[in-house]
């Protein structure tokens, strides 16, 4: 059997545009889910139990972020399972959930985070207990780090 050079393309191109095909279904299912709102974020982090105002989590932002494509920041809550970072301005208000084990050292996380604009980056912990631990850093952004 005689194989041309036509035919050794043609079936290169088909398995090319077979092995491309799961990731546009993937994107396009992507692009169709709805964006959660940060108040159903935290809502679904607590499961609707109460949120309290407290010196528990320390959040060290930048009071200034002259580019907003990267802020650092660091979060720190003694005693946490887990964290959450929230930026409800951001156009996807999730910045990250930290989760730490029972053998985790600190539990405290340092990353940079975008931000769209001058907005409030809000963190909470769920301490051991099972309560939660809010508090909130406004950074002014003077250069959009979400497209805009």
Do not use: H, W, Y
């Amino acid at each position: 059997m005689l194989i041309s050079r036509r035919g050794v393309l043609a079936a290169s191109a088909s398995l090319a545009g077979l092995a491309l095909l799961p990731m546009a279904v993937r994107a396009q299912d992507a692009a169709a889910a709805p964006v959660q709102t940060a108040d159903e974020m935290i809502a679904e982090f607590t499961g609707g139990a109460d949120v309290t105002e407290g010196d528990a989590v320390k959040l060290t932002a930048p009071e200034i972020a002259e580019n907003g494509n990267t802020v650092p920041i660091s979060v720190e809550a003694a005693g946490a399972s887990e964290i959450l970072l929230i930026a409800a301005e951001n156009p996807t208000p999730g910045v990250a959930k930290f989760s730490f084990g029972p053998l985790a050292a600190k539990q405290a996380a340092a990353t940079r985070i975008r931000l769209a604009k001058t907005q409030d980056v809000v963190a909470i912990a769920k301490l051991a207990d099972g309560s939660f631990v809010r508090t909130a850093a406004n950074v002014k952004v003077t250069i959009g780090g979400c497209g805009g």
